[in-house]
């Protein structure tokens, strides 16, 4: 199902949940995904998102919610003050929300990736890359793939004993 919309709109986030509960009777999973948009996207979507699903979650007494933050937020990195405080700011709502609605059965969990092999990276001269990745002690990026397997397993009842907790995607980047 594809919807086009302005996460960061009030209306259009509660629009966007009650289609999705229309549309399939119910809902399970939410994957806050902003990309590089500021706070807005990132910090405000991610609330309006949750505030409209979060009572269909607790109804049924399941559900995962999966917000994507990044390495960043968790590090900082200069030249990049906007987008940490944003990461860094969705890595605490994560960790609040999940506490308030873990007796629910309800889990959240954060997703920070590192340097994963995307259009940003491959923009980036071969001298950048390099000296990235002698930094990360795997010795490679990541991949989507790396991503969506993390997200899966939170989605996963693998997962249902995790919550408040943010699992970092990066080849040891920060360990």
């Not at 995904?33 to 269909?56: E, S, Y």
Request: aromatic content about 6%; glycine content about 12%.
């Amino acid at each position: 199902m594809l919807i086009a919309g302005d996460v960061s709109d009030e209306g259009q986030a509660e629009q966007t949940i009650k289609a999705v509960v229309k549309e399939f009777g119910r809902i399970d999973i939410l994957v806050n995904n902003a990309g590089i948009n500021l706070l807005q996207v990132n910090l405000r979507g991610a609330f309006l998102c949750t505030k409209f699903v979060m009572p269909h979650l607790i109804r049924q007494h399941y559900g995962r919610v999966i917000n994507m933050s990044s390495v960043v937020g968790l590090s900082g990195n200069p030249g990049q003050a906007n987008y940490a405080a944003a990461k860094a700011g969705l890595i605490g709502f994560t960790k609040a929300v999940a506490r308030e609605v873990a007796s629910r059965n309800v889990t959240v969990n954060a997703v920070a990736p590192g340097y994963i092999a995307t259009g940003m990276v491959e923009g980036l001269t071969e001298e950048k890359r390099k000296q990235i990745l002698e930094r990360i002690p795997m010795g490679r990026f990541g991949s989507s793939e790396d991503v969506a397997e993390t997200i899966l397993f939170l989605s996963s009842g693998g997962a249902s004993y995790l919550t408040g907790q943010v699992l970092t995607v990066d080849g040891g980047l920060i360990a």
